[in-house]
């Protein structure tokens, strides 16, 4: 989080952030006397400067890492449900779905198809547990469940093209072992979702582990 605060100093400096923001990076300086010193600083160059600066805008990406970071983040929503998914604490969870606002933390497996594999609870022992990501249109290819798959939709709509159904944001979607299908992202946004299947997946009849 600190790395995340740090990022706004400046801005903050310069007054062209959000209430929120000013906010998160208030409280973050307030218990930190080396942010507080650094923020401090920034202030004193501003006020040297004083008309001469330019506004600039922060980056919609460093909003929504900093507000995930703080627990403030655009699936926080969602953080219960996750925690019960992958047995962790709420806590926890609301730290996973930072995540997804890291680009660093998605690796892309199948063209317009990426994932983030992440450590569940002892419940989850022999479970995949992450997030995948589809790009509109993507499609995530035919797939045989090995073991029971649990899904919660959390951005986007996904149509499971072999039961024709479609599952949009915030709805749960069960496979049991040895069903097959294949997804399809529908919406003109990302198809985001969490997973937790038991045992992987096979696609053309080769077991795929970890896939989620």
Same mark, same amino acid.
């Given at each position: 989080?600190?790395?995340?605060?740090?990022?706004?100093?400046?801005?903050?400096?310069?007054?062209? =952030?959000?209430?929120?923001?000013?906010?998160?990076?208030?409280?973050?300086?307030?218990?930190?006397?080396? =942010?507080?010193?650094?923020?401090?600083?920034? #202030?004193?160059?501003?006020?040297?400067?004083?008309?001469?600066?330019?506004?600039?805008?922060?980056?919609?990406?460093?909003?929504?890492?900093?507000?995930?970071?703080?627990?403030?983040?655009?699936?926080?929503?969602?953080?219960?449900?996750?925690?019960?998914?992958?047995?962790?604490?709420?806590?926890?969870?609301?730290?996973?779905?930072? =995540?997804?606002?890291?680009?660093?933390?998605?690796?892309? #497996?199948?063209?317009?198809?990426?994932?983030?594999?992440?450590?569940?609870?002892?419940?989850?022992?022999?479970?995949?547990?992450?997030?995948?990501?589809?790009?509109?249109?993507?499609?995530?290819?035919?797939?045989?469940?090995?073991?029971?798959?649990?899904?919660?939709?959390?951005?986007? #709509?996904?149509?499971?093209?072999?039961?024709?159904? =479609?599952?949009?944001?915030?709805?749960?979607?069960?496979?049991?072992?040895?069903?097959?299908?294949?997804?399809?992202?529908?919406?003109?946004?990302?198809?985001?979702?969490?997973?937790?299947?038991?045992?992987?997946?096979?696609?053309?009849?080769?077991?795929?582990?970890?896939?989620?």
């Amino acid at each position: 989080m600190t790395g995340n605060i740090r990022e706004l100093l400046p801005l903050h400096a310069l007054g062209l =952030l959000d209430s929120d923001e000013a906010t998160a990076v208030d409280r973050a300086v307030a218990g930190d006397k080396l =942010l507080a010193s650094e923020l401090a600083a920034y #202030q004193q160059a501003t006020d040297a400067l004083g008309s001469s600066i330019l506004p600039v805008a922060p980056s919609p990406e460093v909003r929504n890492r900093l507000m995930a970071s703080v627990g403030g983040g655009r699936f926080e929503a969602f953080s219960a449900r996750l925690a019960a998914l992958f047995d962790v604490t709420t806590e926890r969870a609301s730290e996973l779905l930072g =995540l997804i606002e890291r680009p660093a933390s998605w690796i892309p #497996q199948i063209p317009g198809c990426s994932f983030v594999h992440l450590e569940g609870g002892p419940a989850t022992a022999a479970a995949d547990c992450g997030f995948v990501r589809l790009s509109p249109g993507a499609m995530f290819p035919p797939h045989t469940h090995l073991g029971e798959e649990v899904v919660t939709v959390l951005s986007g #709509q996904i149509h499971d093209v072999t039961n024709d159904r =479609l599952i949009g944001a915030g709805e749960d979607y069960v496979q049991i072992e040895g069903t097959m299908h294949y997804l399809v992202c529908v919406s003109n946004e990302d198809c985001i979702y969490a997973t937790r299947v038991i045992n992987g997946v096979a696609i053309g009849g080769v077991r795929a582990r970890p896939t989620y």
